[in-house]
């Protein structure tokens, strides 16, 4: 069962419109992540959060933003979408196991295709 | 972090037992192995994370040796759906803002 949810799952939108892809997690995780995956390709890091106004850019440069006003909530947004921006963007959070360090319990993803 | 390499792709055939090993020569004091498994079109799943010696849930086992510079993944009797991307990561337990996925290993199961 997923306890992070990633809408829309299936995006398909023009050049130039702005798109936000929601993210939400029921576990009270501060820690939050958003990656991006070509297809057989790696996942890369793009954004991360510690907390509540907290927002760090990943190792892949990305010209998305993200914002964290809840807890809950980790939203990304692209404010004018192009064809490279076509991708799968995979949304995390991670907390501490019990085997000793931080888990990562991913959504399903969010595919986005620009025309 | 420590750079970790894993083979490409693996067969096997339904039934068997799949042993996929992660190298990791400059694994640190303080890192941890996890290794996460990936569906198409999903998100990666967490499937065992250890620090030494041998962890075993009900999903797979993790060996680790003396020296840490590796560790294998073992899935006992595999099926058709344990057919997916096996990602082995190292990092330390107080940082999780770097993690680097690799391309993994892509394990195919034919009947």
């Known amino acids: 069962e997923a306890d992070i949810y990633q809408t829309p799952r299936y995006l398909v939108i023009g050049t130039g419109k702005k798109i936000t892809l929601e993210c939400s997690q029921t576990?009270?995780?501060?820690?939050m992540y958003w990656y991006q995956q070509d297809p057989g390709m790696e996942l890369h890091l793009i954004h991360y959060?510690?907390?509540?106004?907290?927002?760090e850019k990943g190792d892949l440069s990305s010209e998305s933003t993200v914002s964290r006003i809840r807890t809950e909530h980790f939203p990304l947004t692209l404010e004018s979408a192009r064809p490279s921006h076509t991708s799968q963007y995979l949304c995390?959070?991670?907390?501490?196991?019990?085997?000793?360090?931080?888990?990562?319990?991913f959504g399903a993803g969010s595919r986005l295709t620009v025309l | 972090l420590a750079k970790t390499t894993q083979p490409i792709s693996m067969d096997s055939y339904e039934g068997q037992e799949v042993n996929i090993t992660c190298s990791h020569n400059n694994i640190a004091t303080n890192d941890y192995i996890t290794w996460y498994q990936q569906f198409p079109s999903q998100g990666p799943r967490f499937i065992i994370q250890?620090?030494?010696t041998k962890v075993t849930n009900e999903v797979a086992s993790l060996f680790i040796p003396a020296d840490r510079k590796s560790s294998t993944l073992s899935l006992p009797r595999v099926s058709l759906s344990d057919t997916a991307v096996y990602y082995c990561l190292v990092a330390p337990s107080y940082n999780t803002d770097k993690l680097i996925f690799g391309t993994g290993t892509r394990l195919q199961v034919f009947p």
């Open positions: 959060s510690y907390g509540v106004n907290s927002t």
């Open positions: 250890g620090y030494k």
């Open positions: 995390a959070s991670s907390e501490l196991a019990d085997s000793g360090a931080n888990v990562l319990t």
């Open positions: 576990m009270g995780h501060d820690k």
